[in-house]
């Protein structure tokens, strides 16, 4: 994320230094917690793997909704100006379910397993991880329109994007492909 | 309920959940298993796997036979668990997959047996 320590508009500058807490803070809380090795609740599914895998993968479906219903109003991807407030409801709609939806699994990663290292898959997970999160309290924070920089809010949620493909590529994706499908 | 209405009262209460969440994380300790610490229960099922599907092809000692050394090479060789118990539930080359045969308790037990058990 952007240094924005010069910016005039005051709310764009705080949701990006937000943003760019959040993710720190949860990076550094993630290395220095002394991982549980534990699953608090699986919600009905067989483990707590397949639960991240699943509400993963849902979350990701809903950010590819998000995805065609702007391309097909507006032509585009992370434009920073829907037409309309009712396009904007619906986005905002699906957007919270699908944060809704990755908190049990962020709880377990971090909670019980922590920032980890040991291959270069499971090194950007845990980054693309903390970035997610980072740039969607940013995004969250953020003023819909910016006069001057129209750029900031679609650069927001392109990273929010990338690393939310990142880390379901590198946790729930890896896992189907090589280890199991299973619920 | 106008749809801003919904939104409204669901970004509140996720909002509240989030806020559950990070109390959580600091707050709920993990109790005594750790990933690191190993688990003297699983250890000893583990074993009883071993002796049964495994040894055959990795020796009695996880030093090796048909398969290879498992003692002592396999924490480093997957520094990642998860890893292991990918090779272990699909099988590589000529190491069969087990994860038809052997439900995820035994292969859990398996695992941590090969890694602090020998
Ligand atoms: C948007 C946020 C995140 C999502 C959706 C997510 C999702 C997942 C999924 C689906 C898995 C595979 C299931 C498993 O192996 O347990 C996983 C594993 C993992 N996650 Fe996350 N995660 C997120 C953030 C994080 C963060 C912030 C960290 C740590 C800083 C982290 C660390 C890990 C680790 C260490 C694993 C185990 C990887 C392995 O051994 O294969 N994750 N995550």
């Not at chain 1, 320590?5 to 720190?24: E, I, Q, W």
């Not at chain 1, 290395?31 to 483990?47: E, V």
């Not at chain 1, 509400?55 to 479906?61: C, E, G, Q, V």
């Not at chain 1, 991880?129 to 809010?153: F, K, N, S």
Request: a neutral charge.
């Amino acid at each position: 994320m952007a240094e924005t320590s010069t910016t005039t508009d005051k709310p764009v500058g705080t949701a990006l230094l937000v943003g760019l807490s959040t993710a720190v803070s949860l990076g550094l809380y993630a290395s220095i917690h002394q991982p549980t090795g534990r699953a608090l609740s699986t919600i009905g599914f067989t483990s707590t793997i397949t639960m991240k895998n699943w509400l993963t993968t849902t979350a990701l479906l809903l950010l590819l909704v998000q995805g065609v219903m702007s391309i097909r109003a507006q032509g585009t991807l992370f434009t920073a100006h829907p037409q309309s407030t009712r396009q904007n409801d619906v986005h905002q709609l699906i957007g919270t379910v699908a944060f809704a939806l990755t908190l049990p699994v962020v709880f377990h990663c971090v909670w019980s397993l922590g920032y980890q290292t040991p291959t270069l898959r499971v090194g950007l997970h845990s980054a693309a991880g903390c970035a997610v999160y980072g740039a969607w309290a940013a995004t969250a924070l953020m003023p819909w329109h910016d006069q001057e920089r129209r750029w900031i809010r679609p650069t927001v949620g392109a990273v929010l994007a990338g690393a939310f493909v990142t880390t379901w590529w590198s946790g729930a994706l890896w896992y189907f492909t090589s280890v199991s499908w299973s619920i | 309920m106008t749809l801003r209405g919904i939104i409204g009262v669901l970004r509140w209460l996720v909002g509240v959940a989030a806020a559950a969440a990070v109390v959580m994380l600091f707050t709920l300790r993990g109790g005594t298993s750790q990933s690191d610490t190993p688990d003297a229960h699983l250890i000893a099922d583990g074993a009883e796997v071993y002796a049964q599907h495994c040894q055959i092809c990795h020796g009695s000692d996880g030093l090796g036979g048909t398969g290879p050394a498992l003692s002592g090479s396999v924490a480093e060789r997957f520094p990642d668990p998860s890893e292991q118990k990918a090779v272990i539930l699909v099988g590589r080359s000529a190491m069969p997959e087990f994860g038809t045969r052997l439900d995820d308790h035994q292969i859990e037990a398996v695992i941590e047996f090969t890694r602090y058990g020998f």
